[in-house]
């Protein structure tokens, strides 16, 4: 069986990174062996579809894309809070976009996929926050300052915003979010957007369903693995990826 991959939160500007350089690595790997990709949101820390502009910090991460494809991979792109208007050029190159959840079917399991921005639990300012990124009004509105002006104001924003990992998962996604798409059909949950690299088991009406924090690949260099059985994977550098335990995990000191 080829595995299918789960990543979330890269916030991808650049190979200049620690992050993004294991990201690529992980990516080139997949190139010819994985059956399928699934990015969930936030896949580029700003991006903004233009019809003849790419950013050029961004190309590193679009040349895997175009290459997994043309190696056989299909590749879903979600659109997230950074990346809310993903434009025509990805449908040129062959990856499916998302604008909100989607459901799977992989291995025999009813899998939802979804970046979770919209549904946050945290309180309306966070929900509000991100509707507004996403309404199509601020895009139009934005595509008429130069791109490098945007890219600059963009980053500034980013940097200004740089998640704490203070924060555990709300728990209301677990204890609300959860058990509500188990009754909808799903027995999988994959979520991104919190930062957090989760594996979460629950029983809902005798079934069991599981939920999984795809963390990010700005500390937690985590992603999920499907070749059977669902792993949650952090990169280690120089050595196979350490699969992580049931819980909510922060990244490593």
């Known amino acids: 069986m080829k595995p299918t991959l789960f990543l979330s939160d890269l916030h991808f500007h650049g ?6 350089r ?18 969930v949101g936030d896949v ?13 910090a961004c190309f590193p991460l679009l040349r895997r894309l175009a290459a997994l ?5 299909a590749v879903h792109l979600f659109t997230g809070n950074h990346d809310p208007e993903h434009g ?7 990856v499916t976009v998302h604008d909100g959840p989607h459901t799977a079917r992989i291995g025999g399991h009813t899998v939802w996929l979804e970046h979770g921005d919209l549904i946050d639990p945290r309180g309306l300012h ?10 199509p009004w601020l895009h139009r509105a934005a595509r008429l300052a130069p791109p490098a002006a945007l890219w600059a104001v963009a980053r500034a924003y980013a940097r200004r915003g740089e998640h704490t990992y203070d924060e555990p998962l709300p728990a209301a996604l677990l204890d609300a979010y959860l058990p509500a798409r188990a009754r909808e059909g799903a027995d999988v949950v994959v979520m991104g957007h919190y930062h ?20 990010d690949w700005v500390k937690q260099r985590t992603w999920l693995r499907f070749d059977g059985d669902f792993t949650l994977l952090r990169y280690q550098d120089g050595g196979p990826p350490v699969a992580l335990p049931e819980g909510d995990h922060a990244p490593p000191p």
Do not use: S
């Open 196 to 215: 957090r690299a989760v594996v979460h088991t629950r029983q809902v009406d005798g079934r069991t369903v599981r939920f999984f924090g795809l963390g």
């Open 88 to 94: 025509d050029f990805f449908g040129d190159i062959g």
């Open 69 to 73: 494809v043309d190696a056989g991979t």
């Open 44 to 56: 580029f820390d700003f991006w903004l579809g233009y019809r003849t502009t790419l950013y050029r």
């Open 15 to 20: 190979d200049h990174t620690p992050g993004g």
């Open 126 to 135: 966070h929900r509000l926050v991100c509707r507004v990124a996403r309404h």
């Open 22 to 39: 294991a990201l690529l690595d992980v990516l080139d790997q997949a190139r010819g062996e994985a059956e399928a990709v699934y990015l």
